[in-house]
């Protein structure tokens, strides 16, 4: 499933880009959806930006504005976001009240940059200035001459000033002479769409993940066998788990792992990122069904090969062992973004160790490769009864989940 975000750049007054704002798009139509609610657009602004395109792709490396509606910040979503690599630009129709600047100014000691967005001034909003960083000023609605009066109060708090909506060389020059320090608009550079590709998550999986986690005390069990369901989920859990804001993240050996290294609050508020960004999820197609059963095929034959210490690993190994088809990328970028160990890497990159040889194994039963079969089950010395009971086991497992 392909999924869409646009940036526009931001250029100082050299014209040189210093940043980018990041746009919802649900299309290659190169506009907001107008029936999608800014929450929600923030939601999956975030999900395509950090866990399916990748925001290094994106900002090459350079600061992000992205908009954030009031409900996202009180809630503290944002946390899902470094805040090292974003400016929060608060949306301007969220009002100056005290319990805004509460949740704004504890934002700000957490280290996060905010920007106040399509900026109209007014006296109530004097006391939010220490906060922030950046004031953006769209030029069409709020004349350059209208500001004017306003520049020193903003310099007296080192506020920088974005003119946006820079639709001439004529604006250019006002905006530059009356003292702004960055600009953005139609003069320079329309946005650009980026387009990504999404797995695609099992909506009955992802409900009960979310039913789970917002328990009190939940179980960790149950959680990571719903994630085994879904292999959308632990692709966007394990990217992550190893994103910027968890840079001393050791290497990641399962599904269970991962949910403990996370923690409860963590873990909470990135199910509940994801359920906003899915209101309207698609049933997994063929190929996820058949990468989940080879999952499942590798977990079941690993212990059959006597490997039972690297059965996660062996889940782990099938249930990625198609990411690049499905993301059509290749394997090795793909598995850049992951904290897999070193086994299940040179097992998917290098083709090499035995849960290489599990793999192998797996996909030569599931297309009656018998040769190759045979040579397995007598290297290991595996009986046909087993490997028919463990294959049943599988196939099992697989029916229920496409039941549900």
């Not at 049933?283 to 090969?305: G, Q, Y």
Request: glycine share 2%; charged share 20%.
């Amino acid at each position: 499933m392909k999924v869409y975000t646009a940036r526009q750049p931001i250029l100082n007054n050299r014209k040189h880009v210093v940043a980018y704002e990041l746009l919802f798009r649900d299309s290659t139509k190169n506009c907001f959806p107008s029936d999608v609610a800014p929450d929600i657009a923030t939601a999956k602004l975030l999900i395509n930006s950090y866990l399916n395109i990748g925001l290094e792709t994106m900002t090459e490396g350079k600061p992000a504005l992205i908009n954030f509606p009031m409900n996202i910040l009180a809630e503290h979503l944002v946390n899902m976001a470094p805040y090292k690599n974003i400016i929060v630009e608060v949306l301007e129709s969220v009002e100056p009240t005290d319990e805004n600047y509460q949740v704004l100014a504890k934002l700000s000691r957490q280290g996060f940059s905010l920007a106040l967005d399509d900026f109209i001034y007014s006296p109530a909003w004097e006391r939010f200035f220490p906060l922030i960083k950046l004031i953006k000023v769209d030029i069409i609605a709020t004349p350059l001459a209208s500001m004017a009066y306003l520049i020193p109060l903003f310099r007296q708090y080192k506020i920088k000033l974005l003119a946006e909506k820079v639709e001439t060389y004529q604006d250019f020059l006002e905006a530059q002479a009356l003292g702004f320090d960055y600009y953005q608009g139609y003069f320079f550079y329309k946005p650009e769409i980026f387009i990504g590709i999404e797995i695609g998550s099992s909506h009955p999986f992802l409900m009960s993940i979310y039913s789970e986690v917002i328990k009190e005390d939940y179980s960790y069990k149950k959680l990571e066998r719903y994630f085994e369901y879904d292999m959308d989920l632990t692709y966007k859990l394990l990217r992550f788990v190893n994103s910027v804001w968890f840079s001393h993240t050791k290497e990641i050996k399962s599904i269970k792992q991962a949910i403990a290294y996370l923690g409860e609050i963590q873990l909470r508020k990135f199910v509940c990122l994801i359920v906003m960004a899915k209101l309207n999820p698609e049933k997994p197609t063929v190929l996820i069904h058949n990468t989940i059963l080879r999952a499942r095929l590798c977990e079941k034959f690993a212990k059959l090969m006597g490997l039972n210490q690297l059965s996660e690993y062996a889940f782990l190994t099938g249930l990625f062992s198609t990411l690049d088809a499905i993301l059509d990328r290749p394997m090795a970028k793909v598995l850049q973004a992951l904290p897999l160990a070193e086994e299940i890497n040179n097992a998917l990159l290098n083709h090499t160790g035995v849960l290489a040889e599990c793999l192998d194994f797996v996909i030569a039963y599931s297309e009656g490769n018998w040769d190759v079969i045979n040579t397995f089950s007598q290297a290991y010395n595996i009986s046909p009864e087993s490997l028919i009971s463990s294959s049943d086991e599988a196939y099992q497992w697989l029916s229920a989940y496409k039941a549900t």
